[in-house]
């Protein structure tokens, strides 16, 4: 572990400084349309040249200009230290400070990034853990009832395979013209990008006894029930965790998705918005947000995985 | 009332029609029939359920209005199929590929860059990458480019990381042989590793290619020209045709398939020596 630190500070210094470089072509033109306002002469002198002449070779030649790339408002490709401003504005400021904030007024800012956040959050929260326990339990049915099996197996196999999150926007859409709004069309969404690879995991899972566990808990005589309780689900802890993994990271970007139609908060509304009126600040600061969302979210899972694993005595964790 | 009886009815029939069919030996045509039935119960039973229960197709379309906008659009479909997935997703399914296959062998040669990269690698190979979309359409605008660029990035580190594992899954008795052989550094990479590698390489491009598929479809949600499936989708959803919605979204499903099918197809001859394929 320690003998990582230094190259992934590296690599990531590296990438700091990769973005950082990229700004300078990415936000030369507009910079130097400004620079010119402001009576500064620029190599080549007409705006016509300038035209057709790539971003890069524009940046070369007006090496006196490049500092302007870090400070631009709506530049095409903020800086780091602009994400993170806006990032501290939007999330600390809005509300520690201002008067619409949790401070002043008791409940969040919706303007705040912390708000739209938390409106992520929760609809992927209450969908993942309604999709996860269905999943479980059509999981358990499956194993159990070879009808099922046969029946809706290949389906769900055959659903990892396809677009599912393009039904969110309709989803959302459908279930507003029936005066369900909120939250719940959101959990929906995120429930049923949960729940199919939760299924086909968990079936794994319960199926990985084998025949010589499987014989030793029939001569113990054990019931069906028992079997599963004490046999099958221990044995299915570890696709269960990965396949939730995979869900709470697929339902994550379904609610995000489905915020799209609807602009009524949330990371999703925040982004769109951002790209409607040019703020590539606020799309960057909702984009970190939500890796910053994805990242808690898998690291409660793992912290619950190595919990239950520790219990169960698998000492590898 | 009727329909709704006649689904309750014709459900109870097929489903113990699939039950007798799955009781003792299973033959090959059972397993392939017995889903098949299910889907079709699925179909019949939504059919006359939403006619019974008169749910207005604005909220719920039946099955057979949504062949009838597949049938009488083809050529519209068609445009969307080019547009989104040949377009924008193979194209960056390619290049998003190529490059981490690349990258996971500089990785695999040395290990000061495996042990930096690798750590950023998995944390952001776990980050719903597809909210680039609006970035990235804002700089390469609203055609097929900014949906490849897109794709190039959701792929990108699920491939690394599957890549960069597969070149590692070499046993020290096969990399000792190579040695013995006098085998160069490439001949060994070549030979030995990249073959080994293949079987998670294969994996790792069936994950992409779902992800290909969902990233130039949700890009499109945040521009496109009047041309593609995930334009159908927001733009069908908007004047409530959503049997439109639906044909689209199952032109997306035919295509994740059809490309999961083809992937284990070619999958299937690349890696035959691999017990999986021996069975």
Redesign the interface.
């Known amino acids: 572990m320690r003998?990582?630190v230094?190259?992934?500070l590296?690599?990531?210094a590296v990438?700091l400084a990769v973005w950082y470089a990229a700004c300078l072509p990415?936000n030369i033109r507009e910079v130097l349309t400004e620079a010119e306002r402001a009576g500064a002469t620029i190599d080549p002198p007409a705006a016509i040249d300038r035209r057709d002449m790539s971003r890069l070779a524009l940046a070369l030649r007006n090496p006196a200009h490049a500092g302007l790339s870090w400070s631009q408002d709506r530049a095409?490709?903020p800086a780091p230290h602009q994400v993170a401003a806006e990032f501290w504005q939007t999330t600390v400021v809005e509300e520690g400070y201002s008067r619409r904030g949790i401070v002043q007024t008791g409940s969040l800012s919706n303007r705040s990034l912390v708000y739209h956040a938390w409106v992520t959050l929760s609809a992927t929260a209450i969908g993942f853990v309604i999709g996860a326990a269905l999943g479980i339990a059509l999981a358990i049915g499956i194993v159990h009832n070879?009808?099922m099996?046969?029946?809706?197996?290949?389906?769900a196999v055959?659903s990892?395979?396809?677009?599912?999150?393009?039904?969110a926007?309709?989803v959302v859409?459908?279930l507003n013209?029936?005066g369900v709004q909120g939250l719940l069309p959101k959990a929906i969404i995120s429930a049923y990008l949960t729940f199919f690879p939760v299924t086909v995991g968990m079936v794994k899972g319960l199926r990985t006894p084998d025949a010589m566990q499987l014989d030793q808990m029939r001569t113990w005589s054990a019931s069906v029930p028992q079997v599963l309780w004490k046999l099958r689900l221990p044995a299915a802890m570890p696709y269960l965790f990965a396949s939730l993994?995979i869900g709470v990271?697929a339902s994550?970007?379904g609610t995000?998705?489905g915020e799209?139609?609807v602009q009524r908060g949330g990371?999703g509304a925040r982004?769109?918005a951002?790209?409607y009126y040019?703020q590539?600040t606020q799309?960057?600061a909702?984009?970190f947000m939500?890796?910053l969302l994805?990242?808690l979210l898998?690291w409660a899972i793992v912290a619950i995985e190595r919990r239950t694993l520790r219990r169960m005595g698998v000492a590898a964790l | 009332m009727t329909h709704v009886v006649a689904a309750g009815l014709i459900w109870a029939a097929l489903w113990a029609l699939n039950i007798r069919l799955s009781r003792g030996p299973v033959g090959q045509a059972a397993r392939i029939a017995v889903p098949l039935i299910f889907g079709a119960t699925i179909l019949i039973v939504w059919e006359l359920m939403v006619i019974g229960l008169d749910v207005p197709p604005v909220l719920l379309p039946r099955p057979r209005q949504i062949g009838a906008a597949l049938a009488a659009n083809p050529a519209l479909l068609w445009g969307d199929f080019v547009q989104t997935v040949l377009r924008g997703a193979l194209s960056g399914l390619a290049m998003g590929v190529a490059a981490a296959i690349v990258v996971a062998i500089l990785v695999d040669r040395f290990d000061w860059l495996r042990r930096g990269l690798m750590p950023v690698a998995s944390f952001l190979a776990a980050l719903p990458i597809v909210g680039t979309a609006p970035i990235l359409v804002m700089w390469f605008g609203f055609g097929w480019q900014s949906k490849a660029a897109v794709v190039v990035l959701m792929v990108f580190f699920p491939m690394l990381v599957n890549t960069v594992a597969g070149l590692a899954d070499t046993t020290s008795m096969q990399r000792d042989l190579m040695r013995t052989y006098g085998a160069r550094y490439g001949q060994t990479l070549v030979k030995l590793r990249l073959p080994a590698a293949m079987p998670f390489i294969f994996n790792g491009l069936k994950i992409g290619a779902t992800l290909a598929l969902i990233g130039s479809i949700v890009a499109e949600f945040f521009g496109s020209p009047t041309q593609g499936l995930g334009f159908r989708i927001s733009a069908s959803n908007g004047q409530l045709a959503l049997d439109m919605v639906w044909a689209a979204i199952v032109v997306g499903s035919v295509a994740g398939s059809a490309a999961y099918a083809i992937l284990t197809a070619i999958e299937a001859r690349v890696t035959f020596w691999h017990p999986s394929q021996r069975g």
């Open positions: 003998r990582s230094l190259p992934v590296t690599v990531l990438l990415m095409r490709l070879r009808a099996d046969l029946s809706v197996l290949p389906w055959i990892q395979t396809i677009p599912i999150v393009a039904l926007p309709m859409v459908v013209a029936v993994k990271a994550l970007v995000i998705v799209l139609p990371l982004m769109l951002g790209s040019g590539t799309i960057w909702a984009l939500a890796a994805a990242a898998i």
